[in-house]
């Protein structure tokens, strides 16, 4: 065949589709189709979310199975020694992780009573200000009631 010029193709087609793919560039655009021939396509919107939930149920499955087969093999590649490091790197994550964790809830609680504080006196200067503003009404109404009995201006 090659000597007619014509290219060989490879006896597997489906294997050389998968190899002529970019390994670092997967194809996750899947149409999200009838399901199957006999389905409809997509006379309900009940049954086109349906299917679109199962779809993307299944590329989680297929994703979590493909990432699950990829660390494993990874990881039987490697040596004990490699192996005995990466689990002292992932402790020391982990601890210093834990400790972000605890600096964070610190300053959160703290902030948190900080917050609280402010806002107990906030609504004691609410409090105090509505005391005063019916107070200052009140000396306001009194005002206006002498004035408009003694016919003059307050205080003279």
Same mark, same amino acid.
């Not at 670092?24 to 919107?45: K, N, R, Y």
């Not at 959160?108 to 107990?120: D, F, K, L, P, T």
């Given at each position: ?82 192996? =005995? ?7 020391? $994550? %982990?601890? +210093?992780?834990? &400790?972000?964790?605890? @600096?964070?809830?610190? #300053? ?17 200067? =609410? ?7 019916? $107070? %200052?009404? +009140?000396?306001? &109404?009194?005002?206006? @009631?002498?004035?408009? #009995? ?7």
């Amino acid at each position: 065949m090659f000597a007619k010029g014509q290219p060989l193709a490879p006896y597997n087609t489906t294997q050389f589709l998968m190899n002529d793919r970019d390994p670092e560039e997967p194809d996750l655009d899947v149409p999200l189709g009838p399901s199957h021939p006999d389905s409809s396509g997509g006379s309900e919107a009940g049954d086109s979310e349906g299917r679109r939930q199962a779809h993307g149920e299944f590329q989680q499955r297929d994703f979590s199975e493909a990432y699950e087969r990829y660390h494993t093999e990874r990881l039987q590649g490697r040596s004990k020694q490699e192996l =005995v490091q990466d689990y002292l790197d992932l402790e020391r $994550r %982990l601890s +210093q992780a834990e &400790e972000e964790t605890r @600096r964070l809830q610190q #300053l959160r609680g703290c902030a948190g009573r900080q917050s609280c504080r402010q806002v107990e006196e906030l609504a004691a200067e =609410v409090e105090r200000l509505r005391t005063e503003n019916q $107070r %200052l009404r +009140q000396e306001n &109404e009194m005002w206006n @009631r002498e004035g408009s #009995l003694g016919g003059g201006t307050p205080g003279t």
